[in-house]
């Protein structure tokens, strides 16, 4: 069973759309109430001469009046006003428009019937009060409705303009995560392939392959928000490769991923600053060789990734430390853009080893 509430928003909300305007949903208002009049108040020797009549009283007057409203409240630009100052307005501007109703309607029922103008003087004061009491009620109902309509698609508008500088500035936020790629990390490499391109051409030639390869996806995945987890792998296998070269013997690298976790969608590069900051930190305080292990394991509806590498924790503010984490906490700000819940993050710093565990949920 479908929620009222939900339902009547999304009326609500189509009703006054940018495809309705003001004038197809004035216009369709004041025929339908001309139609309704009469059909519920016509008498019964009604003939097709009064036709002319009910139109021009009960459809072309009101639409004129509350199109001439219209335009007042927005020459007069309400939102300057206190809120009492602008329903005083606002009333005594539905009560003078009632009595412009009456008094047009009245002249022009004289003049198609052609009755005297001498048969004003029979209208009584009580009878005078009673209509016009009865037109102001009517051009309240349309003047709340024009404001609600009015407040409800400023709202809209707000919360548009608001939802899209969020989803900028958000996009924006992971574009600068997603791009950040350690400078070290490159100048390391160019060095390593200066140092090789005498000494050993062949390998200096697959360095360069390898971190074209690294560069190609950060490139080719750049507007992607998410991939396959073994396109991941990929790409962190061209890392592993640049930094063996570098590190030789005293780095050791052991990846072992489940096929079942191979089709994870998840951010792309977002495994990149975990693996650099367990070669990085984990140089600096593990016994060598250092060793990294990279695992993947799918258990019941959660899919865990897993770095983990030999070496205690470095905190960012250790003197010995070369680097802020700063990595890590942009891999903890796109989880949280990108999977709010559905996602936790998680680092174990035991036994002389470190791991950082990433734990999907539903298998997202």
């Not at 990108?338 to 998680?346: A, G, I, N």
């Amino acid at each position: 069973m479908s929620n009222p509430v939900k339902s009547n928003f999304y009326i609500f909300n189509n009703i006054y759309s940018k495809k309705i305007s003001f004038w197809k949903l004035n216009l369709s208002g004041w025929f339908l109430f001309g139609v309704v009049w009469a059909i519920l108040y016509s008498p019964a020797d009604f003939s097709a001469s009064d036709v002319l009549k009910v139109f021009i009283s009960n459809f072309l007057i009101p639409l004129a009046i509350t199109t001439l409203l219209r335009y007042f409240f927005k020459w007069i630009s309400l939102n300057r006003y206190s809120l009492a100052f602008s329903i005083t307005i606002i009333t005594t501007a539905a009560l003078l428009s009632s009595v412009v109703w009456y008094l047009s309607d009245t002249l022009f029922t004289l003049l198609y019937y052609d009755f005297p103008i001498s048969a004003i003087s029979q209208i009584t004061i009580n009878s005078f009060a009673k209509r016009v009491i009865g037109i102001f009620i009517l051009l309240a109902l349309w003047c709340a409705s024009y404001f609600i309509i009015n407040l409800f698609y400023r709202w809209k508008l707000e919360r548009e303009d608001k939802e899209r500088a969020l989803y900028n500035a958000l996009k924006a936020k992971m574009e600068a995560l997603k791009n950040q790629i350690n400078p070290h990390f490159l100048f390391n490499s160019l060095n390593s392939i200066s140092a090789l391109v005498d000494e050993d051409p062949s390998r200096a030639q697959l360095i360069i392959y390898e971190l074209a390869s690294f560069l190609r996806y950060t490139l080719t995945y750049k507007e992607s928000s998410r991939i396959e987890l073994k396109k991941e792998i990929s790409f962190i296998k061209h890392y592993i490769y640049i930094q063996s070269i570098r590190f030789e013997q005293n780095l050791e690298f052991y990846i072992n991923i489940d096929p079942r976790t191979e089709t994870l969608m998840v951010p792309p590069a977002i495994l990149y600053p975990i693996v650099e900051n367990a070669v990085k930190h984990g140089m600096e305080s593990s016994e060598l060789p250092l060793k990294v292990y990279i695992t993947t394991y799918f258990e019941k509806d959660r899919v865990t990734i897993s770095v983990k590498n030999s070496g205690k924790w470095v905190d960012a503010i250790s003197e010995n430390s070369s680097g802020t984490n700063t990595g890590i906490a942009n891999v903890k700000e796109r989880l949280n853009c990108e999977y709010d819940d559905k996602c936790s993050f998680e680092i174990i710093s035991a036994d002389e080893f470190v791991e950082v565990k990433l734990v999907f949920l539903n298998k997202t």
